[in-house]
């Protein structure tokens, strides 16, 4: 029997719900709906991430036991522990959404292990008072998805909630992938996350448009005593340093998400972590060729506001948002809208550096901004896949010709037929600069390479290989969903028997609903 230490701080400390019917509704004055899991009728675990469970204090035996199975499928709830469902607001696509709260999330208990609080949370276990008109339900696909996309992004270093488990439920649940009134039975699932908490900015908001200025700042009390402890400020100064600090880990996360080249895809400030994680994998997806205008969110194809290039300015539209929510704690906008300001100077600075790290230059030099903003350009002339690209260039060695550079990243090219003379002229003139510019720093070729390599993946989860493993777990086939949690744990690592997954997206994938186009059908 699995022994947990309950420390249940969000349910014990933040205003319940007092209405315990599990029936849609408006909730006011209110943090959480008490709400219990649905009992799926035939549960099978299919994955789970041993790293998580270390991190729970679980064993190997543990995870593969009936309890387990049981408790993270929503079959049973931990003694002494109710379980609930957390009540927030949002602005989705740039629109005020109103209250829209976890509609198919229910945290089963926040638990204490080695000095750690972890909330965790089923995804997919059924309606709750939240759901509007939806079902509460998950499918195996974006479950699958959720799951290991969540475990590589820690591995990559990108602050992120966890996947524990990975079960199916064995139920049928409709969903219509491409919103074109073709709506099938797919299989069911519930993942079972794991953060230190899972309040967003929509929690804030909620209040704050509830003019429910205890609540708020109740929460805001909440988060900053548990999560942000090194405020030690009062009255309005607490919350401004709150704001503050959250806006530096907001930022620190889409530097990492510019980084390693993920789109989230669904940036409304419902899915903003106010712990600046990564959160919520929908119709998220990497970048292979380098395009800053793509995005895989076939909802969002027409204005393309989740696109790659314009997280950031999205980051600071979220923070705007938590800025008015948070207003009534403070009443006076000047550092609030310091503070916004800021997040774009200090991202423009933090993106140089990154952009330098993965260039493998860490000397000043007056024209390296130059420098990145021409790679961006040449990187666009022809499809080059990013992290091929980024992977090979730290093989570049400071006697080489621009052409050999040109040689070493060939392999990124899409379409090596389209790489005109001018292409080439461009890449040509780039490289000079690059291989001049590597000259300028002490370290060796090798030094140089190994850093590079620590900031470079060589593998991401691309999003053919994410449907690789949903087509074989739809014929219950789970071996490729363990293959790709395996090498996606070490993704800067040369792993040679994964050298399979270091290759350019396959031609087939291209247009493939799953692998370029996705729906927030999930
Ligand atoms: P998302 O776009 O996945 O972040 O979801 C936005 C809102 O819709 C959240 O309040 C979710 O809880 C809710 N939601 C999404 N899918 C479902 C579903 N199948 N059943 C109930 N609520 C859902
Ligand atoms: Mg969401």
Not at 124 to 134: F, H, K, M, Q
Request: charged letters at 25%; one cysteine or more; proline letters at 3%.
């Amino acid at each position: 029997m699995m022994q947990f230490k309950l420390n249940n701080r969000f349910s014990s400390e933040l205003k319940a719900d007092t209405n315990e019917t599990n029936t849609t509704r408006q909730v006011l004055n209110a943090a959480f709906s008490y709400v219990n899991p649905r009992i799926p009728s035939n549960p099978k675990l299919i994955h789970y991430s041993k790293e998580v469970a270390d991190l729970l204090n679980i064993t190997p035996d543990e995870a593969n036991s009936k309890d387990f199975l049981e408790l993270f499928s929503g079959k049973s709830v931990l003694p002494n522990s109710r379980p609930y469902a957390m009540n927030y607001a949002g602005h989705q696509f740039g629109n005020w959404a109103g209250q829209l709260g976890d509609g198919r999330a229910i945290v089963l208990a926040e638990i204490k292990n080695n000095n750690q609080t972890f909330m965790l949370q089923l995804k997919g276990a059924g309606a709750t008072p939240y759901s509007r008109r939806a079902d509460g339900l998950a499918v195996l696909r974006s479950s699958i998805r959720e799951h290991l996309c969540s475990e590589a992004m820690h591995h990559l270093g990108v602050p992120t909630t966890r996947s524990l488990s990975l079960i199916s439920t064995g139920d049928e649940v409709l969903r219509d992938v491409m919103y074109d009134g073709n709506a099938d039975y797919e299989k069911g699932a519930v993942i079972c996350r794991v953060a230190p908490t899972f309040i967003r900015f929509g929690n804030f908001e909620l209040f704050s448009a509830q003019n429910d200025i205890e609540n708020l700042k109740a929460l805001a009390d909440f988060t900053i005593k548990y999560f942000y402890s090194e405020i030690q400020s009062e009255g309005k100064e607490k919350y401004v340093h709150f704001f503050k600090l959250i806006a530096e880990r907001t930022r620190k996360m889409i530097i990492h998400w510019q980084r390693v080249g993920f789109v989230h895809g669904v940036m409304n400030t419902d899915n903003m972590s106010i712990l600046g994680l990564t959160i919520d994998f929908g119709p998220y997806g990497w970048l292979e060729d380098y395009d800053p205008n793509w995005t895989p969110n076939t909802t969002d194809r027409e204005y393309r506001r989740y696109r790659f290039g314009n997280q950031p300015d999205v980051a600071q539209w979220n923070l705007f948002q938590l800025a008015n929510a948070l207003y009534p704690l403070i009443e006076e906008s000047s550092e609030l809208e310091k503070i916004l300001n800021d997040f774009k100077t200090f991202y423009d600075v933090d993106y140089v550096d990154m952009m330098k790290s993965k260039l493998g230059l860490e000397k000043f030099h007056k024209n390296d901004e130059k420098l990145i903003s021409e790679l961006e350009n040449v990187l666009q002339l022809s499809e080059t896949d990013m992290t091929i690209f980024f992977r090979e260039l730290s093989t570049v060695k400071k006697e080489d010709s621009a052409g050999c550079g040109i040689s070493i990243i060939n392999n990124a090219f899409y379409n090596p037929k389209e790489i005109t003379k001018s292409i080439l002229k461009s890449w040509e003139k780039w490289f000079t600069k690059y291989i001049e510019r590597i000259n300028l720093e002490d370290h060796s070729d090798d030094v140089r390479k190994e850093k590079m390599d620590k900031v470079n993946p060589k593998y991401v989860l691309r999003n053919y290989m994410a449907q690789l493993a949903i087509d074989a777990a739809n014929n219950e086939d789970y071996s490729l969903v363990e293959e790709l949690h395996q090498v996606l744990k070490k993704p800067y690592d040369e792993q040679l028997e994964f050298e399979k997954w270091f290759t350019k997206r396959p031609d087939w994938a291209r247009e493939k609903i799953g692998c370029s186009m996705l729906s927030c059908s999930s």
